[in-house]
T-cell receptor
Framework: DTAVSQTPKYLVTQMGNDKSIKCEQNLGHDTMYWYKQDSKKFLKIMFSYNNKELIINETVPNRFSPKSPDKAHLNLHINSLELGDSAVYFC????????????FGPGTRLTVT | SQQGEEDPQALSIQEGENATMNCSYKTSINNLQWYRQNSGRGLVHLILIRSNEREKHSGRLRVTLDTSKKSSSLLITASRAADTASYFCATDASVGGAQKLVFGQGTRLTINP
């Protein structure tokens, strides 16, 4: 029944490793997003996909690569993890791109040691 | 730079009292949204108010929007312990033809029993 789900919920890894976070929504939405929330709770958009097409890429290092196999899934792969990547990553979806409310997943807390 | 900024950053009140949080933003908007985030959880959409609306209600929530002052307020009446959370305002912004939400850093609300 979960509308937007993410796995894993927690991720602890060492610098230099590569990791992926998966997101799925069962709301039938066309648009999905990745956000990063830092330790000060500042939430910033990273990417947005509409019907599997990348529409927003917010000057994110190219170590981050989103992939949308279909409009219900948006995964985030991170290469060569750095200490500064430690944060909570949220996936979200909305009915149409733009001016509608967004539904957020529970978040993935990434800790890089 | 951030579009929305909440004020105060933290607010602590007694159960039953009203809580008011303010949000200021910098550029013109199509709509403004308020979200709640409980500790360790994803954001939950509360209210969306369009730029041509001045006030909107939802249960114990009342949102006002003053586009001339570029500000909005969220009032929670008769607060309950369960209202303890962080509250974020979000405004829309254009990115190369796509729309994104820009979040403030939130107001941390604590309701004391």
């Amino acid at each position: 029944d979960t509308a937007v789900s993410q796995t894993p919920k927690y991720l602890v890894t060492q610098m230099g490793n590569d990791k992926s976070i998966k997101c799925e929504q069962n709301l039938g939405h066309d648009t999905m997003y990745w956000y990063k929330q830092d330790s000060k709770k500042f939430l910033k958009i990273m990417f947005s996909y509409n019907n599997k097409e990348l529409i927003i890429n917010e000057t994110v290092p190219n170590r981050f690569s989103p992939k949308s196999p279909d409009k219900a899934h948006l995964n985030l792969h991170i290469n060569s993890l750095e200490l500064g990547d430690s944060a909570v990553y949220f996936c979200a979806s909305s009915r149409l791109r733009g001016l509608y409310e967004q539904y957020f997943g529970p978040g993935t807390r990434l800790t890089v040691t | 730079s951030q579009q929305g900024e909440e004020d105060p950053q933290a607010l602590s009140i007694q159960e039953g009292e009203n809580a008011t949080m303010n949000c200021s933003y910098k550029t013109s908007i199509n709509n403004l949204q308020w979200y709640r985030q409980n500790s360790g959880r994803g954001l939950v959409h509360l209210i969306l108010i369009r730029s041509n609306e001045r006030e909107k209600h939802s249960g114990r929530l009342r949102v006002t929007l003053d586009t001339s002052k570029k500000s909005s307020s969220l009032l929670i009446t008769a607060s309950r312990a369960a209202d303890t959370a962080s509250y974020f305002c979000a405004t829309d912004a254009s990115v190369g033809g796509a729309q994104k939400l820009v979040f403030g850093q939130g107001t941390r609300l604590t309701i004391n029993p």
